[in-house]
């Protein structure tokens, strides 16, 4: 099965999944660009091993897209079985979208997520023009297909895989013991017996500036562990300084692979944010036995989270329900360990490999539909 797949950047979670899927069929994969303007430049990946990585040349565009005219020479249906666009927002995808509709050559479309919004007529023309032009779709899950369906896809030849950044490895057994939280926190400096964590970029649409507001109805002896880096840190420490707030630090951007420990250490994950086509810290800080507050912006958290079985929903920019969520947990420490549990539970089938082997159960399906 000869697989061409078409992506932006190498971000981590895409090359380990790339080598997952790798495994299965001979898979060609094809980059817009090497890096994204807004990340850290130790987020990426480029530790190709099962697959043959292409990186298209061309113009950059925007954070993380670009226009490659020479993608047009790679979408020949002699030389693959299957052709997946993994966006349809980039001017690159835009092209492929209409390179394949022009030869007449079926395609995916890959999406990880999605919001519907109040576009204008002539945006959402253009939205389901390429969305709507793909033959099968892949999605995230119920949320995904909900913004697919509305933009045009067919939901009949719609599939849904298990999205993650995580391998089976990364997934905990149980939630952290008292006894290791301790130990943990001695190890990276934290003195408080209550933790708080939230990760994310320090953009505004992640809606940190909520959480620091809703922090000074929080107990004084709980720690937020703020997490991430970006253009928005100094006017965080600017609104700590301004509020009085004594229990916050703010940190910058941390692999996943030392960051497991501060999830480990902390007692609830937050994340605050105004929008998220998906929030693949939620699969993180579940997968370390965390109860979750999210909001209806997130889609990782509508749909994994599940109200009231693995942690809370809140409105977005309510600063009113974060704090009382967030003190809830605090105080409830039964309810607290039992949604930690449910975390884990829930996340398990959320693992890279089982993300690799259901896309290929899925092309196969596709091309025996199809003969």
Known sequence: MRILFLTNVPSPYRVDFFNELGKYCDLTVLFERRNASNRNKDWFNEKERNFKSIYLKGYNYGKDSALNPSVIKWIDKKKFDLFIVGGYSTPTGMLAIQTLRMKKIPFILNSDGGVIKKDKPLIKAIKRYFIGSASWWLSSGQETNNYLKFYGANLNQTYIYPFSSLTKEDIYLK?????????????????????????????????????????????????????????????????????????????????????????????????????????????EAMACGLPIISTSGCIAATELVKNNECGQI???????????????????????EAHSKNSIKEIEKYNIGNMAKVHFDIFKQILKDTK
């Open 314 to 336: 809140v409105s977005i920019d309510n600063e009113t329900e974060l704090a009382n969520a967030i003190n809830l947990y605090l105080k409830d420490r039964e309810l607290s």
């Open 175 to 283: 939630p952290a013991s008292i006894k290791e939280k301790q130990e943990l926190r001695r190890e990276i400096g934290i003195k408080n017996n209550r933790v708080v964590i939230s990760v994310g970029q320090f953009i505004p649409r992640k809606g940190f500036d909520l959480l620091i507001n809703a922090w000074a109805h929080v107990p004084k002896d709980v720690q937020l562990l703020l997490i991430g880096g970006g253009e928005e840190k100094s006017n965080y420490f600017n609104q700590i300084k301004k509020l009085d707030l004594h229990n916050i630090e703010i940190l910058d951007f941390i692999k996943f692979d030392d960051l497991k420990k501060y999830y480990r250490a902390a007692d609830l994950f937050v994340l605050p944010t105004r929008e998220d086509i998906w929030g693949l810290v939620i699969n």
